[in-house]
């Protein structure tokens, strides 16, 4: 069917600010779509309320709106446009409750509106647990005994039917909101009040637990003519019990029999084509009990999901892109294979690679949060990692986790006893598969550890593997390692730098030139959707290791430039870093190079496929992009766009005589290094607080002394304000300091004094080395000892006076001048009794770039990048700021997640999100109640 031609105008609905549970997966989805739509001259208007995502730039769609995702925005957006169809697929759970609560208000109707790629109906079968439950029962797909209550005590009735171990679901949530286990009475009562609460129905399902089942997810498309495929099999590591979002997962499926994978395989079809009448994407969730191979259908989300974004990187199927086209009408076999651009769309990936994906969790940041594993989702981002077998997949993917891990083991850290890790690994935590590596180094049995985690044995089996070759490598040292078992090791994943850790001798460096001499050097393959059965067409890529030594990846003769990218989202590094590596990609492809992507993030924007010239998706690891180096001998590399991730890799960049983009490694290092740094400001008479430093405690009490209490404890070269403590007296202080040493050994300790009462503010500027140009100017609503990315924050400034800002201007220039700055570079203030002090610079990209960018409507990213490239001068540019009034950056947390965790925010940053609103002027009345919080907290 062709497309339908009476869809001229589409409004995508976006998921709003990060939250755990729906992270930026939904800026990838929307992003795609919307290009999609575009590519076939359809007009497209987006609403979200995320200032840091790619998908709100005015680049991807034909109007934007930065707006609350309320009833009363959509209807303003259908006011002031003509709109035929809403697609509200690719904005999670919370566009697809907007859609449903605008469908019972009349909006659609009454604008006459029709849905697409999904219909009402469907979203309540699917959404709706009860409904769920009977539909299934209606097509003889068995689910798990369950009653629906909307009420606590028909919950505790059906609750004592069922029997334990029960699992609670609450209907139209997101990322296991609100559910849990509840393995005795004790539990039920809390378990089902929070149940309830979180349900926008106040519905929750009560469910028998069919704990240690195997758990699989397929996501499918389907078209107007009911054609239906699937494109991709995803096995979870971890049984029933953890939610998807929180378990390691692996593509495709390894433990799965042919007869129970067809069995889900028809099952999900049948599913899918009996939801509604809509074309579109789906994610279905089964249950499979691992002794008899039945199945229980446990979910299926009529949209994409976080599982379809991993599904997309993990086979190049680049699923919402193709969901957006069926939605407008198209058939699958009308569209072209994305990846060979000759084949048909009409088709299932083949892959002869492993995918492995693990989550990043942030518990650190929620002290007292309870770490265990279960339905409720807990993680703040994900990994990717490509190889041709599990091991080598798993290593790369704890090698990209940004957790000090080099592959999969503690190196150099204390075991627990026997006895100990077998009664650890019964309870599901994150570091779950290490303790099994640790397990079975210690000689514990395969079914033992099977007996305890109830994790598939072919998994452990696996890790076996992984430690038998560890111990055979332990037997030498660098100058006897036999090539063969360096050559094996190295096809299992191992890391140069690990090699050296079990051996306890050389150094990574050493290592990497014995096995280069050696010929034991990575290839690349491409990402071809069909296993090399037809040509592909794209540069997409992955590294291994393989005797014959065949590189797929062919190296043109064009001046190149990498990008590296941050790696997993987490807190202090999120999102705002994606839509910064697309832009630098985008302006360095428009200058006539070739712009070359690294990054191990499925959820974003920078790894499709299409963004960069080329795409290796790899760790941001120094061994892996070491290799990339060599292979493409770049004309330099931009480390300021991806945070904290990609800086730290600048030393050893500059040590390999590799031209770092922009900013000198030498002028970073001095604004990274915060004694560097206070040094240049004293030289340059700018003033700053008071500080010292310190590697011990008695140091610490000295330096103490000399800058006076109250003091910010808090380590070099960090992000997101990592391990900062604000402390008052000597016994405060050695906790911190013991604590940094511990977790952050050999890190030098700054002592600074902390200037409380005073206002806070930031500078965002361009520097290119003649010319300065200050993007904006903001000030943070709360006081000082809050991060600034925990603040609300207003652009312009509305209360700092002329003098202040103009001080702030002209010590951000003097600053950006000493560091010799090329490109961005981030300055934080404070202000006390009228007189300007500088906290720190970051050279670099930063939180609030995307946001002042879209906030005053100027692409900063865009121009920043050619400015470090040196192709460009400030002067070549014109900036006409449009804004109107004043923008609030307001931060988002997710404490909900975690029950019983405090809330009190400090300088080390928590959120895991932020909105942008807009108001007129500072009469606002969001305005005003901010304010009044933050005078309370002055005159405290």
Known sequence: MPQDKSIKTVLIIGSGPIIVGQACEFDYSGSQAARSLREEGVSVILINSN???????????????????????????????????????????????????????????????????????????????????????????????????????????????????????????????????????????????RGLSASPIHEVLVEKAVLGWKEFELELLRDSNDNVAIICTVENFDPMGIHTGDSITVAPAMTLSDTAFQLMRNTAISMMRNLGNFAGGCNVQFALNPETEGIIAIEINPRVSRSSALASKATGYPIAKIAAKLALGFTLDELKNQITKTTSAYFEPALDYVIVKIPRWNFDKFKGANDTLGLQMKSVGEVMAIGRSFTEAVQKACQSLENNAVGLGYYGKSLMHADEIVEYLKTPKWDRIFRIKDALMMGISVKTIVQATLID???????????????????????????????????????????????????????????????????????????????????????????????????????????????????????????????????????????????????????????????????????????????????????????????????????????????????????????????????????????????????????????????????????????????????????????????????????????????????DAIFDGENFHVMGVMEHIEPAGIHSGDSNAVLPAFNLTPLEVTTMEYYAEKIARSLNIRGLINIQFAVKNGQVFVIEANPRASRTTPFIAKAYQIPYLNIATKIMMGTHKITDFTFEKKLEGFAIKEPVFSFDKFPGVSKELGPEMKSTGEAIRFIKDLRDPYFRTLYKERSMHLSK
């Open 457 to 763: 044995r072919w998994f452990i089996y696996e890790i076996k593997k992984i430690v038998d070759t560890e111990k055979e490598i332990a037997k030498y040292k660098l100058a006897t390692l036999p090539l063969d078992l360096l050559r094996k090791a190295k096809t299992m994943g191992f890391s140069d730098e690990q090699i050296c850790r079990i051996m306890q001798n050389g150094d990574e460096e050493d290592l990497y030139q014995k096995r280069k001499a050696a010929g034991i050097r990575r290839v690349y393959k491409m990402v071809d959707t069909c296993s090399a059965e037809f040509e592909a067409k794209t540069p997409y890529f992955y590294s291994s290791f393989e005797s014959s030594g065949y590189n797929e990846s062919k190296v043109s003769d064009k001046k190149k430039i990498i990008v590296l990218g941050s790696g997993p989202n987490r807190i202090g590094q999120g999102i705002e870093f994606d839509y910064c590596c697309v832009h630098g990609l985008l302006a360095i492809r428009e200058e006539g190079y070739e712009a070359i992507m690294v990054n191990c993030n499925p959820e974003t924007v920078s790894t499709d496929f299409d963004i960069a010239d080329k795409l290796y998706f790899e760790p941001v690891f120094w061994e892996h992009l070491r290799e990339i180096i060599d292979l493409e001998k770049p004309d330099g590399i931009i480390v300021q766009l991806g945070g904290q991730t990609a800086l730290k890799l600048s030393a050893k960049i500059h040590e390999l005589g590799i031209p770092i983009i922009g900013t000198s490694y030498d002028n970073m290092d001095i604004a990274e290094d915060r004694g560097r740094f206070s040094d240049m400001l004293k030289d340059l008479g700018i003033p700053y607080p008071k500080y010292g430093t310190a590697y011990n405690v008695d140091d610490a009490v000295e330096v103490a002394k000399e800058v006076q209490y109250p003091v910010l404890v808090r380590p070099s070269y960090v992000l997101g304000g990592q391990r900062m403590r604000i402390v008052i007296n000597d016994d405060e202080l050695e906790k911190a300091v013991v604590s940094l040493l511990k977790h952050l050994p050999g890190n030098k300790i700054l002592i600074d004094h902390f200037l409380d009462r005073c206002q806070e503010a930031e500078i």
């Open 51 to 193: 200032p840091a995502t790619i998908m709100t730039d005015p680049m991807m769609a034909d109007r934007v709106y930065l707006l609350p995702l309320t009833v009363e925005s959509i209807e303003k957006i259908l006011e002031e446009n003509n709109i035929d169809a809403v697609l509200p697929t690719m904005g999670g759970q919370t566009a697809l409750n907007l859609a449903k609560e605008a469908e019972e208000l009349g909006i659609w109707e009454k604008y006459n509106v029709r849905l697409i790629g999904v219909d009402i109906k469907a979203i309540e079968k699917a959404e709706d647990r009860e409904k769920f439950r009977q539909w299934m029962i209606q097509m003889n797909i068995p689910v798990a005994p369950a009653k629906t209550a909307n009420s606590f005590l028909e919950g505790k009735e059906f609750a004592q039917d069922i029997g334990f171990p029960l699992v609670i679901r609450p209907s139209f949530t997101l990322g296991g909101t609100g559910g849990g286990f509840v393995h005795s009475k004790d539990q039920l009562d809390e378990a089902l009040n």
